[in-house]
């Protein structure tokens, strides 16, 4: 029996016998290798893999069971394969879905079956439905596949010597998945169970299987959960730590006492506690009741937490007490913000933002930076307004009105009030020094922002007072007249005269920085710093750890207080500060400089975890992240109940974290719609890996030797990734051909996979014994260091040779570059190769296997820069006016392989008008996705949340792609000679157009003369 295992921590082909032992590994390449069938008459295994593969596709591998005689099949994009009885001819799917969490996708990346034939050396298409036909099955005269044909995946025929097609089972609730052939029988998975159909006969059966297994993975256990904490806070007086691990509440001492678990509810996700100034109650968000309310429990976890908000559906984050300890504001995905009274449970609305960000964190879309003010009356915040400026807006409660007091020209946001109520502090992007690009006249701001403070009232002295040494004589005053200090810790009542109150700003003498997240206590203003990083209004990339500064209010200086912390909060009375940096949580004095922290000890942060439960948990959560966060109500008109119905009744029969994952990818793909995801989780069983080195080559075996030659080197580096390629270093004179007969010492023979010789040797020096004989007289020996990835020595190969491929074509009229994603892969690539070819006649803009990420119209608006004007030079040639101006004739190549900002590419380049586009219609996923989203094991998912129209309003690209101008597909037998159909496509079209329509650089008058 042929199986994909991980017993070394890759995907691999192995083998067992009928009775499930003598396993042994067949295949050993660090990629991942995936079983598809046997052949018929050599009886080798078919495996698909990506192992020689330059970006997202695989091909099909024959190999024996000794791993031995591996064969790469002629097909240049095949996930799945069926041979006919002769083995003369195989059915096969070029692209694999299987894993896509997308139900009746119609996009071009939709599978059809194909069929090689060996003999004559030619491919066809047998399917052409717009939907899905896959896993093809040949059984006598008929291709079996599973179709959605009707809307569900069935199992249906198609008859080779008629070319027909028919209906075999018609399942209606759930699809067929992943069937496999045996003689005359097909068995399949339906549901969660096993089924069986007999060809002959038509009929279809549910295969009755019971194993009798402990299932370990079901069993509750106790498990530290401290590398799972979502959020901390503290007591007031700062000496117990308020945490948020795996979805419960804990508080921790900073020194003496217990650990509590107050929540101790493993089922339900609690989140986002905040302990009240008061130290009476923590108050917390729990999904219990089936959505997130809040809750308040006594600090001691001696009663039973009270609920006090009751909702029908929503997602609720980030609470904040009042420093009276009578209201909570709170915010959820309406972008709204609110306040609760603890006493009454009235919820008020306090405002609503009407813009957002694209592509920021959940917990962060606006309104989500509200304050409040030390007398519990007004709350501060932030929202967009409609230049999508961010402004800061106090909202009163009192009255219930809003006061914008932001100018309206720059972005403030995260306020703080001082604790004496009479300044508050916000962040400005204000502070513009320009950064200059290297290579043209191009500039960004980094490090933009300011701490900037208002005063509340008109005659509030200013917080930043100038210094003098004179000294003030102030009269004296009398014992009996001097006013008595009162012990009322009451604030006093906060008046705020709003007129004007936008004029009275001052700047913190900071430098400009990327400040984040203020907090105030009567000595100091406390924010966190970096000097790096991507502080956009974009999460592009991740912050990362940040320094926590505190501005001294007396003297006006800045210290440090703690370095590299992912979060802090500080006491309500102002004395403490506790931290997050990594797994550790801490708590430090206020006053602290250049702390090494204080780690406090979380060994007791523990749960007796219930996997089902924790299962049901996650499940639900992701049915209402859906409901709550996809980009329209309606549910693009799907019963969103029924699908929580249907695929709930299978939660019970779930035996392992992965399981779960194929449960809600299930759920979510019911959706019909791109970008639903749904990844990772808290996987109990895992192998080690084993890693294998690669010396970026292709292989041959001399079949009369039994020796391994070098077929093919890789030699072009990554300069950007600073990866080379490992035999390209000088004074190793490996050459293609030779042959390599020992690695460290152990003779190298075809009688072993190549790739078991260089088990965990990736990173290592290794000597290797090569010739250009079969011989170890004369051989050479050489040190060399294998890499554990050799995919972007493959790709720059390719990518490379395109490029003189067309150079030579075109006699260096041409030039060509490649964009791999709309992100930080095209933002690497494109300078490289863009700079050095903007003069030339043509370009072409080759977008296929383009992964997306963002948009791409920073990579075509450099293309589309047009020539407006041009300066003379007296010793050197003329300038075009911009630089760098592109003059050249323009095509763009895409195919099915290009998805997301990869369908944005040629939408985008067709629109501006930049030339033509050649090759298949690309994926088809424009419903993007502006965060991920947590689940409480550490897994994720994702909501599709924004879908693209056009500026007539229709709809366009989803669940379509985008059809090219010219449509080419790539042929096997072409692409296994070298030629690339496309390419030469986008060569020829260039050329024809540089005919016709030359790009002439004009001649000037001559000089003027002053006559």
Avoid at 9 to 23: C, L, R, S, T, W
Avoid at 507 to 527: D, H, K, Q
Avoid at 564 to 570: A, E, Q, T
Wanted: charged share 25%; aromatic share 12%.
């Amino acid at each position: 029996i042929a199986f994909t295992g991980e017993y070394d921590g890759n995907a691999d082909v192995f083998v067992m016998n009928i009775h499930g032992g003598d396993i042994r590994r067949v295949t050993f390449h660090p990629g991942a290798d995936i079983v598809v069938g046997w052949h018929p008459v050599s009886n080798k295994i078919i495996f698909s893999s990506a192992r020689n593969s330059f970006s997202r596709f695989q091909k099909l591998y024959l190999i024996n069971v000794d791993g031995t005689g591996l064969e790469e099949l002629i097909l240049h994009e095949a996930v799945q394969g069926s041979f006919s009885p002769d083995g003369n001819k195989i059915a096969y799917n070029r692209v694999g879905r299987e894993h896509r969490t997308w139900k009746r996708y119609q996009g071009g990346l939709a599978q059809d079956i194909y069929l090689f034939d060996f003999e004559k050396m030619k491919d066809s298409r047998l399917t052409d439905f717009k939907g899905t036909d896959r896993i093809p099955m040949w059984i006598g005269d008929k291709i079996y596949f599973s179709s959605d044909r009707d809307r569900v995946l069935n199992i249906w025929a198609y008859d080779t010597q008629s070319g027909q097609v028919e209906q075999i089972t018609f399942h209606k609730e759930f699809d067929v998945r992943r069937p496999s052939a045996s003689g005359n029988h097909i068995v399949y998975e339906l549901g969660g169970s096993l089924w069986v159909l007999d060809v002959n006969s038509g009929e279809t059966n549910q295969v009755m299987v019971e194993i009798r297994s402990e299932l370990p993975e079901l069993r509750p256990y106790w498990k530290n959960v401290d590398d799972l904490i979502t959020g901390v806070d503290c007591s007031p007086e700062g000496n117990r730590a308020l945490i948020v691990a795996r979805g419960e509440v804990f508080t921790v001492p900073q020194k003496d006492g217990p650990t509590r678990n107050l929540t101790n509810a493993c089922g339900s996700r609690e989140k986002d506690a905040a302990w009240s100034p008061d130290g009476k109650k923590i108050a917390y968000l729990s999904d219990m009741s089936g959505e997130y309310e809040i809750y308040i429990i006594d600090p001691f976890g001696k009663s039973e937490a009270i609920r006090l908000t009751k909702h029908e559906n929503g997602y609720r984050h980030t609470l904040r007490w009042s420093p009276d300890s009578k209201k909570i504001a709170f915010a959820d995905q309406t972008l709204r913000c609110y306040y609760l009274n603890v006493d009454t449970k009235k919820i008020t609305v306090v405002d609503r933002a009407e813009y957002e960000n694209v592509d920021v964190s959940l917990d962060i879309k606006p309104i989500y930076d509200f304050v409040w003010s030390p007398d519990s009356r007004f709350l501060a915040y932030s929202k967009m307004n409609h230049e999508l400026v961010s402004q800061v807006h106090i909202y009163a409660l009192e009255t219930g009105e809003t006061h914008c007091i932001s100018q309206g020209i720059f972005n403030d946001f995260q306020p703080a009030f001082s604790a004496d109520g009479n300044y508050l502090f916000f962040i400005s992007n204000r502070r513009f020094d320009p950064t200059l690009c290297d290579f043209e006249w191009e500039m960004v701001y980094k490090k933009v922002a300011g701490i900037y403070c208002l005063t509340l009232q008109k005659d509030t002295p200013s917080l930043l007072p100038f210094y003098s040494d004179e000294v003030e004589i102030k009269p004296t005053v009398s014992e009996k007249a001097k006013p008595k200090k009162s012990n009322d810790k009451t604030p006093a009542k906060l008046q705020i005269d709003f007129e004007g109150i936008a004029e009275r700003i001052e700047a913190l003498p900071l430098p400009r920085g990327n400040y984040r997240y203020l907090s105030a206590n009567e000595n100091s203003l406390f924010y966190l710093n970096k000097d790096e990083g991507d502080f956009n209004r974009f999460e592009f990339r991740s912050i990362g750890a940040m320094d926590l500064y505190a501005f001294s209010l007396k003297d006006q200086k800045e210290n440090s207080v703690i370095k590299g912390i992912d979060s802090y909060k500080l006491s309500a009375d102002g004395s403490k500060i506790v931290y997050k940096k990594g797994k550790s949580v801490g708590i430090i004095d206020a006053s602290a400089t250049d702390s090494k922290g204080n780690e406090l000890n979380l060994s007791d942060v523990k749960i007796l975890l219930e996997p089902l439960k924790e299962w049901t948990q996650i499940f639900h959560e992701a049915w209402r992240m859906e409901r709550d966060f996809y980009y329209e109500s309606g549910m693009h008109g799907i019963d969103w109940v029924a699908m929580k119905e249907k695929y709930q009744r299978l939660l019970p029969y779930i035996s392992c974290r992965q399981d779960l994952r194929y449960l809600i990818g299930e759920l979510i793909g019911e959706l019909n719609t791109s970008h639903t995801y749904v990844f990772g989780g808290d996987v109990q069983r895992k192998a080690d890996r084993v890693n294998v080195g690669l010396l970026g080559v292709d292989w041959h075996v001399d079949t009369e030797a039994r020796r391994y030659q070098f077929k093919k080197i890789y030699r072009v580096a990554d300069w950007t990734s600073q990866l080379f390629p490992p035999l390209s270093k000088p004074g190793v004179d490996v050459r293609e051909g030779d042959y390599l007969l020992t690695v460290n010492g152990v003779d190298v023979t075809a009688d072993h996979n190549v790739f078991s010789y260089f088990e965990n040797l990736a990173g290592k020096q290794i000597t290797i014994l090569v010739n250009d004989k079969p011989i170890k007289s004369g051989a050479r020996e050489y040190t060399v260091k294998p890499i554990g990835n050799e995919y972007s020595l493959r790709y720059q190969d390719w990518m490379e040779n395109n490029r003189l491929l067309v150079e030579k074509k075109s006699s260096g009229k041409i030039g060509y570059l490649h964009l791999p994603d709309t992100y930080l892969g095209s933002a690497r690539e494109f300078p490289k190769y863009f700079y050095s070819q903007t003069r030339k006649k043509g370009l072409i803009i080759d977008g296929r296997f383009n992964g997306g990420g963002l948009d791409p119209d920073i990579f075509l608006r450099r293309l589309d820069k047009k020539t407006l004007a041009y300066w003379t030079r007296r010793y050197s040639h003329d300038q075009t006016i911009p630089d760098l101006a592109v003059r050249a004739h323009m095509v763009c190549i895409t195919n099915r392989q290009a998805g997301s900002g990869g369908d944005m590419l040629p939408l985008e380049f067709r629109k501006k008008g930049l030339g033509p586009v050649i090759g298949t219609r690309s994926w088809g996923g424009l419903v993007g996705v502006s965060c991920w989203i947590s689940l409480i094991d550490g897994g994720g998912m994702s909501a599709p949340d924004y879908r693209i129209y056009d500026t007539d309003g229709q709809w366009i690209v989803e669940n379509e792609g985008v059809s090219p101008d010219v449509e080419i597909d790539l042929d096997p037998v072409e692409v296994s000679r070298g030629y690339d159909a496309q390419l030469e496509e986008a060569i020829k079209i260039l050329m024809k157009k540089n005919q016709t329509d030359p790009l002439v650089w004009p001649e000037h008058l001559p000089f003027p003369k002053d006559q």
